[in-house]
C-alpha cells in the first residue's frame, strides 16, 4: 500500500462528490457571486486546476532536478490571480472547465502514486524562501482543494 493512497482516495472521493454539483450550479451562481479574493466559482476551478498542473510539475521535477529545487512559484506574491486573468476562466466553457479540473486531479493522484520513496524530503523553495519538502506537498494537497472547495459551497449557500 502506498503511503498517499488515503490522501488519493481522499482527492478521488472529493472529484466523485464534486462533478455532479459543479456541473448543475446555475450561470448566475458561476459567474457572478465572489469570494473574499474576489474570485468567481469559474475563477476558483480554475485556480484548482492550475493548482494541480503546478504541483503535478513540481512532483516530477522534484524527483530528478537538484535539491533543494528553485521552481517558479505561481501561488505567491500574486502570481495565482495572473495566472486566472492570463487563462480567462472566467469565459471559459462550464463544462470544459468542470472536466478539466477532474481529469486534472486524477491525473496528480496516478502521479502521487508513483512518486519515488526515496525522493520525499526533497525540496523546493517558494517565492517566500521557505522550503517545502515533496512528502508535505503531497500530504497538504487534498487540503489545498477542500479549502476551496468550502469557499464555492459557501458561495453556493449565499444569496
Known amino acids: 500500500m502506498n503511503?498517499?493512497?488515503?490522501?488519493?482516495?481522499?482527492?478521488?472521493?472529493?472529484?466523485e462528490e464534486w462533478v455532479p454539483k459543479?456541473?448543475?450550479?446555475?450561470?448566475?451562481?458561476?459567474?457572478?457571486?465572489?469570494?473574499?479574493?474576489?474570485?468567481?466559482?469559474k475563477q476558483i476551478v480554475g485556480h484548482m486546476i492550475d493548482s494541480a498542473s503546478n504541483n503535478t510539475?513540481?512532483?516530477?521535477?522534484?524527483?530528478?532536478?537538484?535539491?533543494?529545487?528553485?521552481y517558479p512559484d505561481y501561488a505567491n506574491l500574486g502570481n495565482n490571480d495572473r495566472w486566472i486573468a492570463i487563462q480567462d476562466y472566467q469565459h471559459?466553457?462550464?463544462?470544459?472547465?468542470?472536466?478539466?479540473?477532474?481529469y486534472t486531479n486524477i491525473h496528480i493522484a496516478h502521479v502521487i502514486k508513483a512518486?519515488?520513496?526515496?525522493?520525499?524530503n526533497n525540496e523546493?523553495?517558494?517565492?517566500?524562501?521557505?522550503?517545502v519538502s515533496l512528502h508535505s506537498m503531497i500530504v497538504n494537497y487534498t487540503g489545498h482543494i477542500r479549502l476551496h472547495l468550502n469557499e464555492i459551497e459557501e458561495l453556493i449557500a449565499s444569496t
Open 3 to 15: 503511503e498517499f493512497d488515503k490522501n488519493n482516495q481522499e482527492l478521488l472521493a472529493l472529484i
Open 57 to 70: 510539475h513540481r512532483i516530477v521535477h522534484l524527483q530528478y532536478q537538484p535539491n533543494p529545487l528553485i
Open 92 to 102: 471559459e466553457n462550464w463544462e470544459d472547465l468542470v472536466q478539466l479540473w477532474k
Open 22 to 41: 459543479l456541473m448543475y450550479l446555475p450561470e448566475e451562481v458561476i459567474e457572478n457571486r465572489k469570494n473574499k479574493q474576489h474570485r468567481t466559482i
Open 115 to 120: 512518486v519515488n520513496p526515496e525522493k520525499l
Open 124 to 131: 523546493w523553495i517558494t517565492a517566500l524562501n521557505v522550503k
